[in-house]
C-alpha cells in the first residue's frame, strides 16, 4: 500500500513537499507517480518517475515548478513543489504501476493507490 504525507493549506507562490511511503511492495520494481483531480474534473497525471530515479515525466502544466524524486532504500517518492498557483488545488493520489514499459502512467494500469491528500491554494 501507499500512504501519503504532506498537503494542506497555502498561498499563491508558497510551496509545499507531499511524501509517499511504499509498504509491502517490492518498490524497486515500481514506476511511481502523482496524479491529481481538481473538483469537478478528471484524475490527471502530473509526473512520473521510473525505478531507478533517472528518468521523469511531467505535465506541461507542473514543469519547472514540480519536482518529483525517490529513495529505493527508504522505499519512498517525494514531490516538491513550488509556486503553487490557485489552480494546483486538487486532490493528489501517489501512484505505483509494476514494471512500466512506458514513460507515462494510465489510470488503468495503476497497481496501486495512495490514500489521496488535498491541497488548496488561496490566491
Known amino acids: 500500500q501507499l500512504v501519503e504525507s504532506g498537503g494542506g493549506l497555502v498561498q499563491a507562490g508558497d510551496s509545499l513537499r507531499l511524501s509517499c511511503a511504499a509498504e509491502?511492495?517490492?518498490?524497486?520494481?515500481?514506476?511511481m507517480g502523482w496524479f491529481r483531480q481538481a473538483p469537478g474534473k478528471e484524475r490527471e497525471l502530473i509526473t512520473t518517475?521510473?525505478?531507478?530515479?533517472?528518468?521523469?515525466f511531467y505535465a506541461d502544466s507542473v514543469k519547472g515548478r514540480f519536482t518529483i524524486s525517490r529513495d529505493n532504500a527508504k522505499n519512498t517518492v517525494s514531490l516538491q513543489m513550488n509556486n503553487l498557483k490557485p489552480e494546483d488545488t486538487a486532490v493528489y493520489y501517489c501512484?505505483?504501476?509494476?514494471?512500466?514499459?512506458?514513460?507515462?502512467?494510465?489510470?488503468?494500469?495503476?497497481?496501486?493507490w495512495g490514500q489521496g491528500t488535498l491541497i488548496t491554494v488561496s490566491s
Open positions: 518517475i521510473d525505478k531507478s530515479g533517472d528518468s521523469t
Open positions: 501512484a505505483a504501476e509494476f514494471e512500466a514499459t512506458t514513460q507515462t502512467i494510465e489510470i488503468a494500469r495503476v497497481d496501486f
Open positions: 509491502d511492495l517490492t518498490f524497486v520494481r515500481y514506476t
